[in-house]
């Protein structure tokens, strides 16, 4: 199961603090993605990169925020700006373009704010 | 925009029955179908693509574009199929990103 790992596991914030996510991956993969998974909603997708310093919006990125300054790291930051943070976060990886049907998928982070 | 369409949130059978999981999808171009899987405690993780005709675990999936469906199938269902099952589509040619549809939880009962 090694390869993209999340950390960590289960987070808890106060309302109105920016937090920041963390997934790795060591698969040497181009793209990375990330996902919301909310009871009932399937996954929604935030932010993706498809290489190196360069990402793009996903369906609901607003009040989130990436980087990709590394080929292997793509850390997810909630800022207070997000309505409904509390939710479950899917890191995932992709060889590519070519072949983003095929991602790979991190443990996830639960992230509850109060 | 394409969208993906899981009209069943549960689907509970007995083992040894056989098991149909819909999925509807629409787009107007040629989407590529995908069939991901999450066990319990275990990560998500791809189970089928629709263009490589094979089958996966005993499950296969058949696009019917006419119906603009690819359903998911298995003619006798094990305990151990139980889990979360997602479509998802992608744009064929060029980069394009999954998009899920909203899940539908397998429990196959002894």
């Known amino acids: 199961d090694g390869g993209i790992t999340q950390s960590p596991k289960y987070l808890f914030r106060k309302e109105g603090q920016n937090v920041t996510l963390s997934c790795e991956q060591n698969?040497?993969?181009?793209?990375m993605y990330w996902y919301r998974q909310d009871p009932g909603q399937g996954l929604r997708l935030i932010y993706y990169s498809q290489i190196v310093n360069d990402f793009q919006k996903g369906d609901i990125a607003e009040g989130y925020s990436v980087s990709r300054e590394k080929k292997e790291s793509f850390p997810l930051t909630v800022t207070s700006a997000q309505k409904n943070p509390t939710a479950f976060y899917l890191c995932a990886s992709s060889i590519g373009a070519a072949r983003a049907y095929e991602q790979y998928f991190g443990p996830g982070t639960r992230l509850t704010v109060t | 925009a394409q969208r993906v369409t899981q009209p069943e949130k549960l689907l509970s059978v007995f083992k040894g029955a056989p098991v149909e999981l819909k999925c509807n999808y629409s787009y107007s171009g040629s989407p590529e179908l995908f069939w991901y899987v999450q066990y319990s405690r275990q990560r998500l993780q791809l189970l089928l693509r629709h263009i490589s005709r094979e089958s996966i675990k005993g499950f296969t999936a058949d696009l019917n574009k006419g119906e603009t469906s690819f359903h998911l199938k298995k003619p006798f269902a094990q305990e151990e199929d139980s889990a979360m099952y997602y479509c998802?589509?992608?744009?064929?040619?060029?980069?394009?990103?999954?998009?899920f549809g909203k899940g539908t939880m397998l429990l196959v009962s002894p």
């Open positions: 698969l040497n993969h181009d793209a």
């Open positions: 998802a589509l992608s744009i064929r040619g060029g980069y394009s990103t999954l998009t």
